[in-house]
């Protein structure tokens, strides 16, 4: 079992930033991939970012340039830096774990965190 707990949402004005965290019950270093997700009212659940083990990303179109994933291994935490925000970013966001368990690879989820946007 993994579990997940973000952090860092809120509410701010479009071309501001914010910051998310992420911080993993176990080690992050032996997961195979974490990355952010969100879902918007009325929309389904969309990848923003990953990161696999050996450090590659990868990123939704739409956050190209102004989003970006890294994680601090020692403290078992995976954050997303969101620059120039706009309305359209507004969602709530998901945190999610890969870890490959007997042969399979099982998600893990948070509980999400609100980030709205105002324009």
């Known amino acids: 079992q993994v579990q997940l707990v973000e952090s860092g949402g809120g509410l701010v004005q479009a071309g501001g930033s914010l910051r998310l965290s992420c911080a993993a019950s176990?080690?992050?270093?032996?997961?195979?991939?974490m990355g952010w997700y969100r879902q918007a009212p009325g929309k389904q659940r969309e990848l923003v970012t990953r990161?696999?083990?050996?450090?590659?990303?990868n990123y939704a179109d739409s956050v190209k340039g102004r989003f970006t994933i890294s994680r601090d291994n020692t403290k078992n935490t995976v954050y997303l830096q969101m620059n120039s925000l706009k309305a359209e970013d507004t969602a709530v966001y998901y945190c999610?774990?890969?870890?490959?368990?007997?042969?399979?690879?099982?998600?893990?989820w948070g509980q999400g965190t609100q980030v709205t946007v105002s324009s």
């Open positions: 999610n774990a890969v870890k490959l368990v007997v042969a399979t690879l099982v998600n893990y």
């Open positions: 990161i696999d083990r050996d450090g590659s990303t």
């Open positions: 176990r080690s992050i270093s032996r997961l195979n991939a």
